[in-house]
């Protein structure tokens, strides 16, 4: 009994409870009141927290409403220990069940309403699972359980393919993951303008070369000039002057100028001027 009654109150009210005790009259009145007082207190602890609690998740929701990205939150029951083989553990992320998320990524998943979908599992979601996932689930679990911009393909029905940046972050409770949050933004517009970037680069480079090819094996002196800088030369035409290309390349147009002989220098110049305008009667 002693025990029970020092785990509810505290020292002080254990002594004022012994004060109470020692008149058997008022031993009844006097515990009603103590339990009466204390449940007051612990009541008004309860109150505060839980508005506090409210508040944070007001302050929560709204921020997962107004992001521009899709936020979720898988669980997983049974939870999953993370002792387990690495391809064990990446088959039961499968298994994963939404219980929470916002509007975007609700329709991300072809739902109008939020709760359309939650309690769902991801494998019912997605209905043909992409392939990439396998991936993004082994960086995650490689990564300590965190995923950071990690790119996932979506193939849909109709052929197209979808890229999505993700990121995740596993709550780890006694050794078994139990739940991930993360995040989703679809990324296919600027991921098919990067693909174009690259094949022009691609394009460009191979034209460089070619132009490279040809001007080398060209038995006339070449020379580009652009803004007043010399871009390129090439070997004849620096053999000509009697200079290395390295050499002419470092050269400003007035340096190149003062190479040609005086006689000729001002036809040279009214030429240069003619094609950095484009025209053709030179």
């Known amino acids: ?6 785990n509810i109150f505290s020292s002080s009210e254990c002594e004022r409870l012994k004060e109470v005790l020692k008149n058997p009259e008022k031993e009844l009145k ?3 009141n103590l339990l009466e007082k204390k449940v007051e207190v612990e009541y008004k602890k309860f109150k ?5 609690l409210k508040k944070t998740e007001q302050r929560f929701r709204s921020l997962i409403e107004q992001t521009t990205d899709a936020v979720f939150c898988y669980e997983y029951n049974p939870s999953i220990p993370i002792n387990l083989p690495l391809d064990d553990q990446v088959k039961r992320l499968y298994d994963g069940v939404l219980v ?4 975007i990524c609700a ?5 109008d309403r939020v709760e359309d979908v939650i309690g769902r599992k991801l494998t019912d979601l997605f209905g043909t699972i992409p392939k990439s996932l396998d991936k993004l689930f082994r960086d995650m679990i490689e990564g300590g359980y965190h995923i950071v911009d990690g790119v996932g393909i979506e193939k849909l029905p109709n052929g197209e393919e979808r890229y999505f ?4 972050h596993s709550v780890i409770e006694n050794h078994k993951l139990v739940r991930v949050w993360g995040t989703f933004r679809d990324i296919t517009d600027r991921k098919k303008t990067e693909e174009k970037f690259k094949k022009s680069e691609k394009k460009l480079k191979e034209s460089e070369e070619k132009f490279r090819n040809i001007t080398e094996q060209s038995l006339m002196g070449i020379c580009i000039a652009q803004d007043n800088q010399i871009k390129y030369i090439n070997k004849v035409y620096a053999d000509i002057f009697g200079y290395s290309d390295e050499e002419m390349m470092k050269w400003e147009i007035q ?7 005086p006689d000729d220098r001002e036809f040279a110049i009214e030429q240069l001027t003619k094609k950095q305008k484009g025209e053709k009667d030179v």
Do not use: P, Q
């Not at 009994?1 to 020092?6: E, H």
């Not at 929470?100 to 509007?103: A, G």
């Open 255 to 261: 340096d190149a100028l003062k190479a040609i002989h």
């Open 30 to 32: 006097g515990i009603i």
């Open 1 to 6: 009994m002693s025990s029970l009654i020092s």
């Open 100 to 103: 929470d998320c916002n509007l």
């Open 165 to 168: 940046l993700n990121n995740g």
């Open 48 to 52: 505060e927290s839980e508005t506090k």
């Open 107 to 111: 329709r991300a998943y072809g739902a």
